[in-house]
């Protein structure tokens, strides 16, 4: 069967500070990859996807970064955390196949920003 | 482009009550619909989806059914429980060739059942 896994699971960073979350997914080959933001008392943002190693898109500007080193293995990063950060991150795979849509979700990050 | 919109939460229940959360949708095409439930400091989960019109989804004692005359996906469960205290969010994905699966999610709603 298919895991997924974030860590950490919460961190605490000051402003200014470099990020880097990682996410894994066991038991399938050639996920898509998905990041989503999910600021207090609200829903989840998509921020980036990944159909393949090396391929990235962003959904909205911001100051984060990912990228896909391996087939599944998903890293969102930053050179320089901002307040408007903090937040919950939760990464997300689906099968890249045609006509199977629903993506499932890791346990997710707490980040918060000082 | 696709949109969601669920009912303003939140939703306070007693226990065995009858639940509906409402959900409507915008969308070009023919979406799949899903709804996800968030217990708290955890991930999402999967409750139930429907991939056509008039499908009905159903899982540990939830139901939506896809109504496209309506442009509607209503969660129902008959009588809650107090586990079932969580946040639901209803979704749609996007079913165009360039879309790569991406999922657009509703607001959230906040539900918490009381003994």
């Known amino acids: 069967s298919q895991t997924i896994h974030q860590w950490p699971a919460t961190l605490v960073q000051p402003v200014g500070s470099p990020l880097s979350l990682e996410c894994t997914v066991e038991?399938?080959?050639?996920?898509?990859l998905y990041w989503y933001r999910q600021a207090a008392g609200r829903g989840l943002q998509l921020l980036f996807y990944?159909?393949?190693?090396?391929?990235i898109s962003s959904e909205v500007p911001q100051n984060l970064s990912a990228s896909r080193p391996q087939d599944r293995q998903f890293i969102l990063s930053s050179k320089k955390l901002l307040l408007s950060d903090s937040g919950f991150y939760l990464c997300?795979?689906?099968?890249?196949?045609?006509?199977?849509?629903?993506?499932?979700f890791g346990p997710g990050t707490r980040l918060t920003v000082l | 482009g696709n949109s969601v919109t669920q009912m303003e939460g939140p939703v306070t229940l007693s226990e065995e009550a009858f639940l509906t959360i409402n959900c409507t949708y915008t969308?070009?095409?023919?979406?799949?619909l899903f709804w996800y439930v968030q217990y708290p400091g955890e991930g999402l989960q999967l409750l139930l989806k429907?991939?056509?019109?008039?499908d009905k989804g159903s899982n540990k004692g939830f139901e939506a059914t896809y109504r496209k005359e309506t442009t509607s996906f209503h969660l129902e469960k008959g009588s809650v429980q107090v586990s079932d205290s969580a946040v639901y969010f209803c979704?749609?994905?996007?079913?165009?060739?360039?879309?790569?699966?991406?999922?657009?999610f509703g607001q959230g709603t906040i539900l918490t059942v009381h003994p």
């Open positions: 997300a795979w689906r099968l890249g196949l045609a006509g199977v849509d629903e993506q499932f």
């Open positions: 038991g399938t080959s050639n996920p898509n």
């Open positions: 990944s159909v393949g190693i090396g391929q």
């Open positions: 969308a070009t095409g023919y979406p799949s």
């Open positions: 429907a991939t056509k019109a008039d």
């Open positions: 979704a749609l994905s996007d079913t165009r060739g360039t879309s790569y699966g991406k999922l657009t």
